[in-house]
Each structure stands twice: as C-alpha cells, then as structure tokens.
C-alpha cells in the first residue's frame, strides 16, 4: 500500500505552508476530514490550486442539476476504469461521504448489470466508463441510452466530472502521490479498491 512517503517523486507542501492556504481548500478540507496531499503538491506552482478547487467547485461539489451522489459514482467510475489507486481511494471515501453507501461503491465494476444501480445511475456509470481512458472507448450507445434520463445541461455534467478526474488520474499517477491514512479507510469496505492497490500502481 502507497503509505511510504518517500514513494512520492514531488514531496507536497506542509500543511502551514502559505502557499497551501486557500479557502475552498479549507472548504474541502472539512468535509473530508484531512489535507489532500495531490493539492498540496499542486500549490507548489503558482495558480494551479485555486484553478483546480474551482473545477472540483463548479463540477463537483457546487450547485448543480445532478444530485451530488450522482456525480460522486460517476468520479469514482472514472478513477476505477483508470485504474489509478490514489485517486479512486479519495473519491470513494469523499462518495461515502456525500452519501453513497459502502455496497453500492463495492459494487461499481458490476454497475452495468448489478441491481444495487438504477437505470439512471448505469446510463451516467457507462459515460464515465467511455471516458476513463485514452482513447476513450465509442461513447455512442452510452450517449443513447443516457439520453432517456437526462438533459443535455445534465450530460455536461457528467462529461464535466470525467474530464475533471482525467485531470486527476494523471496528475497522482504521474507524481505517485502518497495516500493519507484518513481515506485508506474505504480500503476496509470497497474489495476492488484493495485489489487496486495490491497491483502497485500509484
């Protein structure tokens, strides 16, 4: 498991660093309980964290048309089909948090077919599965069948907190980002996510 600090090839800020302080970074902070190290390793370049806390703003935790549960499965999806560990531990935490239940996020690499997802949920769950990689898998029967349920404005959404998380996925991948002790929590409910790490993979 990624818990060795030295493993992170760019070491994050400290906590008190002033270059770390940023008030939708408090924000987050207080709904999910402990400092992101991916941000404070971001806050070393000037404008790159307040840029991204305004996208996790605007896309994923702000006023929406989608329910926040919603875009939270559809962030965890993306992680998971990207196979990047330290992202897909922070989402699955943060989506307990916003009210996603433990069986529902174990379930998600059955969410094509498993009954714990609604008709709705599976159609915004195939988007974020086209979109996880580069390049994306054909999006087309995904589109049609998302179609049934939501607007375009609500697809935007959607495709909104995909390419968010494309943002992500490679920024942890990339930099090998250490993962806290706080959202290792999930490790104990989500079997997929221990499978996850066990690969090794940041």
């Known amino acids: 498991m990624m818990t060795t600090a030295d493993l992170a090839r760019v070491a994050p800020l400290a906590a008190d660093d002033p270059r770390s302080q940023d008030p939708k970074l408090e924000d987050l902070v207080n709904f999910v309980g402990y400092r992101p190290n991916a941000l404070l390793t971001m806050a070393r370049k000037p404008g790159v964290l307040p840029a991204v806390l305004g996208l996790v703003q605007t896309t994923l935790r702000g006023a929406g048309l989608l329910e926040p549960a919603l875009r939270f499965l559809v962030c965890a999806e993306t992680c998971r089909g990207a196979r990047c560990a330290y992202s897909s ?21 059955h ?92």
């Open 89 to 109: 531990v922070h989402v699955v935490h943060a989506a307990h948090h916003a009210g996603v239940g433990w069986a529902q996020l174990d379930a998600l690499p």
């Open 111 to 202: 969410h094509a077919r498993g009954d714990r997802f609604s008709p709705r949920e599976r159609a915004a769950l195939a988007i974020a599965a086209a979109g996880a990689t580069l390049p994306v898998g054909d999006p087309s029967q995904a589109f049609e069948a998302a179609r049934e349920h939501f607007s375009e404005d609500e697809l935007l959404e959607i495709v909104s907190v995909v390419a968010l998380f494309g943002w992500f996925n490679r920024w942890n991948s990339l930099m090998r980002t250490t993962l806290e002790d706080v959202p290792a929590e999930a490790l104990e409910h989500v079997g997929w996510l221990r499978e996850l790490m066990a690969e090794g993979r940041p």
